[in-house]
């Protein structure tokens, strides 16, 4: 099971969709994990063997009372409304049954690899600390024992890994920084690799000083000298992302597009199988 991570806006549903197109074409039966309800990853994966399962807080208790004999009981609590409530009086709950619930299709055996497209980067600390928060307040019953069985999912290096994404930018690469040593540290996950998405192509530019005599000159050697203080960002970022975050490190190319269809995520798949682009 890879856990994918990150802040917002980073491209993790788009790593998520390209892992689950390099892991099919390899052969592998992938399943990937929605826990944020948005329909772009059955469109990046449509077409293919991947299977798509979408994962509420609401529905994995639901299904978590019904596992625990609780059927007519969750069933009405669904139906009006309470079973948030039921959630909110339980600090960490419904973290806890999301995760339970990944667990279970991992203990399955239906599938090769299990890509989950965590929250992003606030909740998904939040998220995977919880297990040992509810550990530390619950002594027994059944919460405590899927709690148990959750971390020992989680702490299992042959079975789960985190791979951290982040955009070549500073904050980005800061706060992918911070939720990998949380990831790793406090909850124990293993960092297996490291995406840096939307990374635009270097260009071969002119020197700034190169331009003397052009017409327009003053606004291109402008426009030259802030595509290098970009480019030293960008680069100095990656750089940053790859010292700190003590894995393999992929790139991926920034798409011409405003949307990821299922081919380009089919391309993408195919880079990150490569090790992604230099």
Known sequence: MLLVLGKGGVGRTTTCA???????????????????????????TRGTDVTVRMVSAGSALEDYLLDQG???FAKR?????????????APG????????????????GRWDLIVVDAPAAGHASSMLTSVDG??????????????????????????????????????PVSESLELAEVTRSEVGVAIAAGVVS????????PSPDDI?????????????????????????????????????????PRLPVA????????????????GGVR
Not at 77 to 89: D, F, H, P, Q, T
Not at 216 to 243: H, K, N, T, Y
Not at 259 to 274: H, K, N, P, S, Y
């Open 70 to 72: 609780f059927g007519g």
């Open 18 to 44: 390209a892992i689950a197109h390099g892991a099919c074409a390899e052969g592998l039966r992938v399943l990937v994990v929605g826990l944020d309800g948005r329909p772009t990853l059955s469109a990046m």
């Open 212 to 252: 003397h005599g052009v017409r327009g000159a003053p606004v291109l050697r402008a426009v030259l000298e802030r595509a290098a203080i970009d480019g030293a960002v960008v680069s100095a970022s990656i750089e940053r992302f790859q010292s700190g975050l003590g894995a393999p490190v992929a790139l991926l």
């Open 259 to 274: 949307g990821v269809t299922a081919d380009e995520a089919r391309l993408l798949g195919a880079l990150l199988a490569c």
């Open 134 to 171: 509810l550990l530390d307040i619950v002594e027994g019953g059944p919460i405590r024992e899927q709690a148990i069985a959750v971390r020992d999912l989680l702490l299992n290096h042959d079975r789960a890994a985190a791979v951290m994404v982040t955009l070549a930018e500073s904050t």
């Open 77 to 89: 609590l669904a139906s009006s409304g309470v079973i948030e409530v039921v959630g909110a009086a």
């Open 93 to 108: 709950i419904h973290d806890l049954v999301v995760l339970g619930k990944v667990k279970q299709f991992a203990n399955e």
């Open 198 to 205: 939307a990374v635009d192509p270097v260009r071969d530019l």
